[in-house]
Nanobody
Framework: QVQLVESGGGSVQAGGSLRLSCGHT?????MGWFRQVPGKEREGVTV???????RYADSVKGRFTISQDNANNTLYLQMNSLKPEDTAMYYC????????????????WGQGTQVTVSS
């Protein structure tokens, strides 16, 4: 079982940056970041597999970067040029067997960290 704890959320003005962190007990085959706003489904933001291969949602390409520090069991999400539409609860997730952008495929989840971007 993988335990995940997110941190780093907060409030920022449009155009600003934030870095989210996700401490985890051990590395899974696939690690990812998802986000959700009330009334909408949880959507995939970015994932990284054990080889370091990454995928991004079109809405964040060129602005967000996922990275993994294996020595410290920490997953990061660097978010630059933030927009009001990036406002959401952000979740870290892990899966032992597959790597996709679909939230329902992930086995383990953190509690989430809120990101609010004001215009």
């Amino acid at each position: 079982q993988v335990q995940l704890v997110e941190s780093g959320g907060g409030s920022v003005q449009a155009g600003g940056s934030l870095r989210l962190s996700c401490g985890h007990t051990h590395r899974a085959y696939c690690m990812g970041w998802f986000r959700q706003v009330p009334g909408k489904e949880r959507e995939g933001v970015t994932v990284i597999d054990i080889s370091g291969s990454t995928r991004y949602a079109d809405s964040v390409k060129g602005r967000f970067t996922i990275s993994q520090d294996n020595a410290n069991n920490t997953l990061y999400l660097q978010m630059n040029s933030l927009k009001p539409e990036d406002t959401a609860m952000y979740y870290c997730a892990a899966d032992r067997f597959r790597c996709s952008m679909g939230a329902r495929n992930f086995e383990y989840w953190g509690q989430g960290t809120q990101v609010t971007v004001s215009s």
